[in-house]
């Protein structure tokens, strides 16, 4: 099992995958905003920030995952990130459902350095303060299903680096 694991995440059908889903969403959120016009918060911003961070870190691993220390540090990075996109989901559910106190205002909170908001305003700009996300199905917001997918998502990356870790080819090193 731990050999089928290992092989699942130093595959590129298993990075290119992850890209895809990232683009996806990224997709979605953009049909939601221009089409549909749900403007984006703050904390839909964040999001979107870390989504792109595993499509770019997708994108990466595709060209070092044939190195095993190279392509460990992408499963930790990926861990991170997707640690990452859960509190930001979560925090997105708790400020829709009126549990979680704080501002979530007009701004994105990026240090000039790293202007998304400014570099790729049509992506990366926040529109309205937080409140509500969109219902996707009947009953169920684009929040919810945030939170349901980033847990899964860490539970994947979480088995994937540990399976790389302690598998087979940490043995031959």
């Known amino acids: 099992m731990l050999s089928k694991l290992e092989t699942i995440g130093s595959s590129a059908w298993y990075w290119l995958a992850m890209v895809v889903l990232g683009l996806s969403m990224e997709g979605l959120a953009l049909t939601y905003q221009y089409v549909l016009e749900y403007l984006p918060c703050v ?50 559910l708790g400020t829709e459902r009126g549990t979680v106190e704080g501002s979530c205002g007009m701004d994105s909170g990026l240090p000039g350095w790293f202007a ?47 399976a790389t870790l302690f598998g087979r080819k940490t043995v031959q090193l």
Do not use: Q
């Open 43 to 92: 904390l839909c911003i964040h999001v979107r920030i870390w989504v792109s961070g595993f499509i770019l870190l997708g994108l990466l691993a595709l060209f070092v995952r044939r190195s095993w220390p190279l392509l460990v540090m992408a499963h930790v990075l990926n861990t991170v990130i997707m640690v990452g996109l859960l509190e930001r989901a979560w925090m997105l």
């Open 116 to 162: 998304l908001d400014v570099w790729f305003p049509k992506l990366f700009k926040v529109w309205e303060p937080c409140g509500y996300t969109p219902e996707l199905l009947p009953g169920i917001t684009m929040a919810e299903v945030l939170v349901v997918f980033s847990a899964g998502m860490l539970l994947v990356s979480v088995t994937l680096t540990l």
